[in-house]
């Protein structure tokens, strides 16, 4: 009995050396220490619904679930206060405010900014996560006209674009302005493994085995060469327009927040290995919808804001500095729990700079 003891205390000795040299080898290799790669896997096809045009699909209000909470008004957050009347902010906003592939929902942006409010004292207002992963400015604009509008939101921030852009790049020259994804395309973006593979997934040494695999991933292909850019961004204009202007006269304060993406210009040139350590195939996200992404985020920010009269955050600007910044991803495009806190931050000081709260 001892002998066996002893070769399994053999062979965990052993493992445990493994996982400390790929982590040694992880940090000189990326530049950056070892986390986790154990991401939220949510069953789409359980809390998205089918509807009619031209919202095409949501959300099904009440689902219940470990990592994925709907509440009774179709969103990602806490349910509405029904003591009180309280101010509301709401967030109109794509997959990264969602909170897609975040293991923990209290993590999200939206419950953190809620804890920062209390710690500032200031308990009168409700945060609302109108977030929805898919969604192009059109399913916005008609979320906005059949129920979102209907909070009379205070505050609303508008953050927008990625699908729109990404769309007309896939499409090619059957995009047309309003099309949604395709139904089996939201449902592919679920993910499904084991509890074993989930416990695998804490291991840098298996990390580093399934490392080739992850390489091989393709990003986004185009349906052919041709890529509507122009046309996509005046519909963007016009539809994000649209959202705006209706809500500034209910009374609403608009403000619009920018994207966050690992990659920028200069991290293309100085941090290709921070940025592998985060996806593997970011080049070739890069090469297909990175560089219009990064365009049309500063057009946003930047002549947008300027045109509808609406001050803007910059969440790029704010990552690209954050001394910590590649150990704020699950992918290039989507936050871990750290990242929703700095956006939850960026968020509080933005409006407190602006006295809105």
Not at 85 to 91: A, G, M, Q, S, W
Not at 180 to 199: A, E
Not at 223 to 233: K, P, S
Not at 265 to 285: G, H, T
Request: proline fraction near 4%.
């Amino acid at each position: 009995m001892s002998i066996t003891a002893d070769i399994a205390g053999g062979i965990l000795l052993s493992g445990a050396c493994l996982e400390i040299c790929a982590r040694l080898f992880y940090a000189k290799k990326f530049h950056m220490p070892w986390r986790s790669k154990v991401i939220g896997e949510y069953p789409y096809d359980e809390f998205v619904e089918k509807a009619g045009p031209p919202i095409h699909f949501q959300f099904r209000k009440g689902y219940r679930s470990r990592h994925v909470n709907i509440n009774s008004l179709g969103m990602r957050c806490a349910e509405p206060d029904s003591r009180i009347r309280k101010k509301k902010l709401l967030v109109i906003g794509e997959s990264i405010f969602f909170g897609a592939k975040i293991l923990n929902e209290k993590s999200l942006w939206c419950y953190q900014l809620q804890d920062i409010l209390l710690r500032n004292n200031i308990s009168d207002w409700e945060i609302f996560n109108a977030g929805f992963p898919g969604y192009n400015v059109y399913q916005y604009d008609a979320w906005w006209e059949k129920s979102l509008k209907n909070l009379e939101p205070d505050i609303v921030i508008l953050q927008c674009g990625a699908n729109d852009i990404t769309q007309a790049y896939v499409m090619g020259e059957k995009w047309e302005p309003g099309l949604p994804w395709p139904w089996d395309f939201i449902m592919r973006q679920q993910r499904k493994t084991g509890w074993w593979q989930k416990l695998l997934f804490h291991s840098c040494l298996y990390f580093m085995y399934r490392r080739k695999k992850l390489t091989e991933r393709k990003g986004f292909e185009s349906a052919g060469n041709v890529f509507r850019l122009e046309e996509c961004i005046e519909s963007l204009s016009e539809n994000a327009g649209k959202i705006i202007s209706d809500a500034q006269s209910m009374g609403a304060r608009v403000l619009l927040s920018s994207f966050a993406m690992a990659y920028d210009p200069d991290s293309i040139e100085k941090n290709p290995p921070q940025l592998d350590s985060i996806q593997a195939n970011w080049r070739e996200s890069l090469s297909s919808t990175g560089i219009p992404m990064i365009e049309f985020n500063n057009w946003w920010i930047n002549e947008f804001s300027e045109q509808v009269s609406c001050p803007s955050l910059n969440l790029q600007e704010i990552f690209q500095v954050h001394p910590k910044r590649y150990e704020m991803y699950l992918d290039v495009a989507h936050w871990n729990e750290a990242g929703h806190k700095l956006a939850a931050e960026s968020i509080f000081g933005r409006l407190s700079e602006l006295n809105w709260w």
